[in-house]
């Protein structure tokens, strides 16, 4: 039965149905966009970190924050793009820093759950 949750709270978490449509049915080309995304997007995350943990100015973070929010308009993360836009439009008015902080907290646990179930569907055949 806790397979079952487990299962339900990953679906809930991680939304591939977009990259599905795109792979068309070949495994391949599935692991092949997530190969991409986990290589991009994980390290693109550190990257945001450092610039906000840093006190960087704003239009760096926002820049990475409207990079990351694209990424995940392909692997669906729960609410990661919602956040990635607020951090980017905090970013471009200069203001709120601390606002900026909470978020990232938010994105670096999301991606913290997110990352084991993307390995997980990188494995499936």
């Not at 991009?40 to 990257?47: M, Y």
């Not at 919602?82 to 999301?110: C, P, Q, S, W, Y």
């Amino acid at each position: 039965m806790a397979t079952d949750n487990n299962s339900k709270d990953e679906q809930q978490l991680v939304d591939f149905s977009y990259v599905e449509d795109l792979a068309g049915g070949k495994p391949e080309y599935m692991k092949q966009v997530l190969t991409i995304f986990m290589d991009n997007t994980f390290p693109g995350v550190d990257e945001l970190e450092k610039l906000i943990k840093n006190k960087a100015d704003f239009e760096p973070i926002s820049k990475q924050a409207h990079f990351l929010k694209s990424s995940v308009g392909i692997i669906k993360i729960k609410d990661m793009h919602d956040t990635f836009k607020a951090i980017e439009m905090l970013g471009k008015e200069k203001e709120n820093r601390e606002e900026i902080e909470r978020l990232l907290e938010i994105v670096l646990e999301t991606f913290e759950k997110a990352k084991p179930i993307i390995k997980a569907r990188m494995k499936k055949k």
